[in-house]
């Protein structure tokens, strides 16, 4: 079980540096601020198998850049729904999903298909107030 779940954990940093990047065409600073939160792996597919993801969470912030582990980088919204993550030695691209609440990473891993989602956690309002 413990390799297991270390496969997962792999093939969620792997996603950075498998993707196919294209040239981005938008500025990191023209990024969307409703992107930034804290977003946390709520599924893994590989070969059609759903699994629980237990990755570390994304933290994209709404200066343009966003940390992963020990990654930081910046990133970009092209065309209004493709995410490009761009680091100095990893490079992503993913597909943003209602309404920027989802993160979805698509890629081939091992010649297996594998898609790897990522759920905006809710975080209250800074004047929230409990009753």
Known sequence: ???????????????????????????AQA?????????????????????????PSLEMNSDGSYQILSEHGTYEILRGHWLVLSASKNRGRARLDGNN?????????????????YRRKYQRPPAWVSG
């Open 31 to 55: 990024a969307e601020p409703a992107l930034s939160g804290t977003y946390r792996c709520v599924s893994v597919e590989v070969a059609g198998k759903t699994k629980h993801c237990k990755a």
């Open 101 to 117: 609440k989802q993160i979805i990473f698509e890629f081939v891993s091992g010649g297996k298909k594998s898609r790897i989602t």
């Open 1 to 27: 079980m413990r390799n297991h779940n270390r496969l997962f954990f792999r093939l969620a940093l792997a996603f950075l540096g498998v993707l196919v990047l294209f040239h981005p065409g938008a500025s």
